[in-house]
């Protein structure tokens, strides 16, 4: 069954997103950061806001909270049924910024808002790596 599911969509790095995920690549956490050091979420070419370009890459530290989520028990598309169920949340980084992303680790029915998290690397292929956060010890 699996053999006849449709393949998954990957990420297609830009020029504007390309370091982050060369960064997951190698099993790294990066943010976009503002000069006045204040961290964002989503990549894009221009800061949130003030719409300038005053901004870098940055080490994060991968951790936050599960802010919100649900558990895809049908699958969302055809390519993800295979998976279910799973949960898609949106966790709120250390750093300020919420992340969407899928909780993996743990059964989907101990997922809970607050609960701590920390981000894990899925090398998908020799070229994709997928950030997913699971539950903190």
Do not use: Q
Not at 17 to 35: C, M, N, Q, V
Not at 99 to 117: A, I, L
Request: hydrophobic share 40%.
């Amino acid at each position: 069954m699996a053999e006849d599911l449709p393949p998954k969509p990957l990420p297609r790095p830009t020029p504007v997103t390309k370091a982050f995920w060369d960064a997951a690549r190698e099993h790294r956490f990066i943010l976009p950061r503002r000069g006045d050091g204040s961290y964002f979420w989503y990549p894009r070419a221009l800061t949130p806001g003030a719409l300038d370009d005053d901004w870098a890459w940055a080490p994060a530290t991968g951790r936050g909270v599960v802010y919100s989520y649900t558990i895809d028990r049908r699958g969302s598309a055809l390519a993800f049924s295979g998976d279910v169920p799973y949960v898609i949340a949106i966790i709120e980084l250390e750093e300020g910024p919420h992340f969407t992303t899928n909780v993996v680790g743990c059964p989907v029915d101990d997922v809970r808002v607050g609960m701590p998290v920390e981000a894990v690397f899925d090398d998908v292929d020799a070229t994709t790596t997928l950030v997913k956060f699971r539950p903190r010890a």
